[in-house]
């Protein structure tokens, strides 16, 4: 019994450590909301056009934060401010969880028009 009980608050505590990761995002979803950012950032994220940041691949935690600090001004883009102006957190969780699921182009300009 005081095994079981040692086992279940191990687990809680586990449970309760991990919740910052659980937290971020639902990627399918991010997919549909990120319908936007395609023109520029490519329909993989990897943009071709050199003046837009390639995200495939990018850390999740990166872009979250980076959308958000271009909503607050942190990073200031007027682009940008005006992408994230509409998004809740919950989109920005999501279109991180996208844009960082997708295949990288990060290690390589190849493809970025310049990068040739
Ligand atoms: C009209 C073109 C355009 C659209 C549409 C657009 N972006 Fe951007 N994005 C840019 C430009 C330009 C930059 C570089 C801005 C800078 O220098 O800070 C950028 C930068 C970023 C960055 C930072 C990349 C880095 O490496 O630091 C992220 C993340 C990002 N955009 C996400 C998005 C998301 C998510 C959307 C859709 C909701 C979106 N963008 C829509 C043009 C665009």
């Known amino acids: 019994m005081q095994r079981a009980l040692a086992l279940l608050s191990c687990g ?22 990120a319908a936007a950012c ?11 056009d050199p003046q837009y940041p390639r995200l495939a691949g990018q850390y999740n935690a990166y872009i979250q934060q980076v959308l958000h600090e271009y909503k607050s001004g942190g990073r ?11 998004l809740s957190d919950q989109d920005i969780e999501d279109v991180a969880a996208y844009f960082s699921s997708l ?5 390589t300009l ?6 040739d």
């Open 12 to 33: 809680a505590f586990l449970a309760l450590a991990s919740a910052p990761l659980l937290a971020s995002g639902n990627a399918a979803n991010g997919k549909t909301k």
């Open 103 to 107: 295949p990288t182009k990060l290690d």
């Open 76 to 86: 200031d883009n007027p682009i940008m401010k005006g992408m994230v102006s509409t």
């Open 110 to 115: 190849k493809g970025h028009v310049q990068g």
């Open 38 to 48: 395609f023109a520029c950032h490519g329909t993989d994220g990897n943009a071709v």
